[in-house]
């Protein structure tokens, strides 16, 4: 079944998204282009299908996990800005794509095919890697290139594609895609980061320079300031969460460590669960930090709490 599926999705991809592409593209590329879109002969992996409480009687909702590790064949062209205005072809190479969908069918009918549309989302921004391998033109050119594309593909995803927003697939004749479009979040989660307590030291000499990132959704992230050598920081900051869903929503804590020389280093994480959370009453959480392993292993090191 894979091979059908693939030529359709190509076709689908190689129509519906170079007019996306020129959209999104940015201002520093003055050209790029889908040219060919071969999904392979690897099928993805589709695990955890659950099907999951949804608001409305008219609807299914089911999630579930998508990786993707596959042969494709993916070729882009990109015209670089003036002065060197060089025609690149690149090839998209050992794509990975980890990914939690979410696949709302609605309305339910009362005849075959018993629903009238498809909706597929992402509950969250996926994870994805790959590389660019330039066919022809100036290599000097690609890591600019990469950039460029990595951050096209993820705007367009976070516009697209994240729930609550959707592509959606009639299945029947006359069907109102607007109004199918119009899916809204659960509610809005409003949370304060007040202080740490007993933070790991980062090194014999130094206290952690702690600062804390937080977020329902990857792609709509909150950071508070930086507390420098303080191993118990006050933050005091508050932050709002849009919950797409409610029964499966968690707000996610990370504890960083800020270096001034060389990238951040992540000390330890924590969450909570929306659906245990009381709707419009205020709930002190004190939340035990998981931390990385690398701080794991030093002795006499306590967890600290956020």
């Known amino acids: 079944m ?7 999705a190509g076709d689908t991809i190689l129509e519906s998204v170079n007019p996306i592409l020129q959209q999104y593209r940015p201002a520093a590329l003055p050209y790029m282009a889908l040219e060919l879109a071969d999904l392979g002969t690897v099928p993805p992996v589709l695990a955890g299908v659950k099907v999951d409480q949804s608001p409305a009687p008219d609807e299914v909702m089911i999630n579930l996990d998508l990786k993707y590790a596959g042969d494709p064949t993916i070729k882009l062209v990109i015209r670089l800005p003036p ?23 609605k309305p339910l009918v009362g005849k075959l095919p018993v629903v009238a549309c498809a909706g597929v989302s992402m509950i969250e921004a996926p994870t994805l890697d790959f590389q660019l391998k330039v066919a022809g033109g100036d290599v000097m050119g690609l ?73 329902t959704r ?6 508070t300031a930086i507390v420098d050598n303080n191993p118990n920081p006050t933050f005091d900051e508050m932050m709002q969460f849009i919950v797409l869903h409610q029964p499966s929503g968690e707000l996610h804590l990370e504890l ?13 994480t924590a969450r909570v669960p929306v659906h245990t959370l ?16 690398k701080f794991k292993s030093q002795r006499d090191i306590l967890d600290g709490t956020l």
Not at 143 to 159: F, H, K, N, Q, Y
């Open 256 to 268: 960083w460590d800020d270096e001034k020389i060389g990238g951040d280093r992540l000390v330890g």
């Open 2 to 8: 894979w091979p059908f599926i693939a030529q359709y």
């Open 83 to 105: 002065p060197l205005g060089t025609r690149l072809s690149v090839a998209v190479a050992n794509l990975q794509v980890f990914a939690k969908l979410r696949i709302l069918l």
């Open 218 to 223: 990857k792609s709509r992230k909150e950071v």
């Open 143 to 215: 890591p600019g290139v990469m950039s460029a594309v990595r951050s096209t593909v993820e705007t367009i995803l976070d516009d697209m594609l994240i729930w609550p927003k959707m592509m959606l697939f009639p299945l029947v004749e006359e069907v109102d895609l607007a109004k199918l479009r119009s899916t809204s979040a659960d509610g809005m989660l409003y949370a304060k980061v007040i202080r740490g307590t007993q933070l790991p030291r980062i090194s014999r000499f130094d206290d952690i320079d702690a600062f804390v990132v937080a977020w």
């Open 278 to 293: 009381e709707p419009g009453v205020v709930q002190p959480r004190e939340l035990s930090l998981e931390l990385e392993p």
